[in-house]
């Protein structure tokens, strides 16, 4: 109990000394954008420079934002992926160049030919050339894919391969969530443990709570996303989004992905001890655009070189962008999505990214 209560002191210390500097011009860009609950952090490896939430956890409502406040990931769920694949490699339990039909041997068979050499590092860097697919398609249904949550995402990708599909049009990459979703189940083989409790295990090593799904169906007072009309999403278990697990359907509060992105930065600056400075390096910039669940891009502006990611589930936003050189990171969440929101979140990080990027 001592050890929460502290944790609460020195997380509301952060929030009321370190959080004030932007908190008008981000209050003024929620209203202006019409984004119902907007959180914000600017970190570095060792220090939270802001972290703020305003607004309101639902449209048009009395519920107001909570520094604890879960928010869908949506894609950044893949830098998680990619972490744990990183950590599992280390360990010994399976290589980057282990083939996907090395695991499932009993999936070959049906699936294109093109793809039989494809390995675990393929599918982590959008190197595997097989097609889109999202929570949004209409095939499969709900009566083709059958079984617990592992058994649903094996079923899953056993039908996908057997559509013997592939982007035939050379790309630099290929951003297919099934890619994920193949590598979470390599993981899932290797190591004799679901997906879930791979999560979940992390989060114990970090001291995150880790979740999945809509953050209101574990608890309805939590933030609801929004579509662009402002409709807020009620609490539903969207079954597809399970076979999406590995891609796309982590949630988490601001605090705690905090602590998940220092954990980057120190990796990137030699200070992990659970896997080296050219592993991080590997994982976020290893190939030119997107490497291990990480884009990047320089900067137009300050000419700086940043690793990110960003999520749009249907009904939040979420952003992250990692700069090494400075040891700055910044994050941005939002429980609506809508070209509107995005823009303005946009705005935001501009403006964080002068404040702190040198």
């Given at each position: 109990?001592?050890?929460?209560?502290?944790?609460?002191f020195?997380?509301?210390?952060?929030?009321?000394?370190?959080?004030?500097?932007?908190?008008?011009?981000?209050?003024?860009?929620?209203?202006?954008?019409?984004?119902?609950?907007?959180?914000?952090?600017?970190?570095?490896?060792?220090?939270?420079?802001?972290?703020?939430?305003?607004?309101?956890?639902?449209?048009?409502?009395?519920?107001?934002?909570?520094?604890?406040?879960?928010?869908?990931?949506?894609?950044?769920?893949?830098?998680?992926?990619?972490?744990?694949?990183?950590?599992?490699?280390?360990?010994?339990?399976?290589?980057?160049?282990?083939?996907?039909?090395?695991?499932?041997?009993?999936?070959?068979?049906?699936?294109?030919?093109?793809?039989?050499?494809?390995?675990?590092?393929?599918?982590?860097?959008?190197?595997?050339?097989?097609?889109?697919?999202?929570?949004?398609?209409?095939?499969?249904?709900?009566q083709?894919i059958?079984?617990?949550?592992?058994?649903?995402?094996?079923?899953f990708?056993?039908?996908?391969?057997n559509?013997?599909?592939?982007?035939?049009?050379?790309?630099?990459?290929?951003?297919?969530?099934?890619?994920?979703?193949?590598?979470?189940?390599?993981?899932?083989?290797?190591?004799?443990?679901?997906?879930?409790?791979?999560?979940?295990?992390?989060?114990?090593?970090?001291?995150?709570?880790?979740?999945?799904?809509?953050?209101?169906?574990?608890?309805?007072?939590?933030?609801?996303?929004?579509?662009?009309?402002?409709?807020?999403e009620?609490?539903?278990?969207?079954y597809?989004?399970?076979?999406?697990?590995?891609?796309?359907?982590?949630?988490?509060?601001?605090?705690?992905?905090?602590?998940?992105?220092?954990?980057q930065?120190q990796?990137?600056?030699?200070?992990?001890?659970?896997?080296?400075?050219?592993?991080?390096?590997?994982?976020?910039?290893?190939?030119?655009?997107?490497?291990?669940?990480?884009?990047?891009?320089?900067?137009?502006?300050?000419?700086?070189?940043?690793?990110?990611?960003?999520?749009?589930?249907?009904t939040?936003?979420?952003?992250v962008?990692?700069?090494?050189?400075?040891?700055?990171?910044?994050?941005?969440?939002?429980?609506?999505?809508s070209?509107?929101?995005?823009?303005?979140?946009?705005?935001?990080?501009?403006?964080?990214?002068?404040?702190?990027?040198?």
């Amino acid at each position: 109990m001592k050890k929460i209560l502290l944790f609460a002191f020195l997380l509301g210390s952060l929030y009321t000394f370190y959080g004030q500097k932007n908190i008008a011009l981000a209050e003024k860009i929620r209203k202006k954008y019409n984004i119902p609950e907007l959180a914000y952090a600017v970190v570095s490896s060792d220090s939270i420079f802001e972290i703020q939430v305003l607004g309101f956890q639902r449209y048009k409502s009395s519920y107001n934002a909570k520094i604890d406040d879960k928010f869908r990931l949506g894609s950044i769920t893949k830098t998680i992926t990619s972490y744990i694949a990183a950590t599992v490699v280390k360990e010994g339990k399976i290589k980057w160049d282990t083939k996907f039909f090395d695991l499932y041997p009993e999936l070959k068979a049906e699936s294109n030919p093109e793809i039989y050499n494809v390995t675990l590092q393929d599918f982590l860097t959008f190197q595997a050339p097989i097609p889109t697919w999202s929570y949004g398609n209409k095939t499969p249904t709900q009566q083709e894919i059958k079984g617990n949550n592992l058994e649903q995402r094996y079923e899953f990708m056993s039908w996908f391969f057997n559509q013997k599909q592939i982007v035939t049009e050379k790309q630099a990459w290929y951003g297919s969530n099934p890619s994920f979703v193949a590598a979470g189940l390599m993981l899932e083989k290797a190591t004799g443990k679901s997906y879930e409790t791979l999560v979940k295990e992390l989060g114990q090593n970090l001291n995150i709570d880790f979740n999945f799904g809509q953050p209101n169906v574990i608890d309805i007072n939590q933030p609801w996303g929004h579509n662009e009309d402002l409709k807020p999403e009620k609490p539903f278990v969207n079954y597809k989004l399970n076979w999406l697990s590995s891609a796309g359907n982590i949630n988490i509060n601001l605090p705690d992905f905090c602590k998940f992105t220092q954990m980057q930065l120190q990796g990137l600056l030699g200070k992990s001890k659970v896997l080296s400075t050219e592993e991080f390096n590997k994982m976020h910039l290893g190939f030119p655009e997107f490497s291990f669940g990480w884009y990047s891009e320089i900067n137009k502006n300050s000419g700086l070189k940043y690793s990110f990611h960003y999520g749009n589930p249907g009904t939040f936003l979420t952003k992250v962008y990692i700069c090494k050189d400075t040891n700055r990171a910044f994050i941005i969440f939002a429980n609506i999505q809508s070209e509107k929101a995005d823009n303005g979140l946009m705005l935001l990080l501009e403006e964080l990214q002068k404040q702190y990027g040198s």
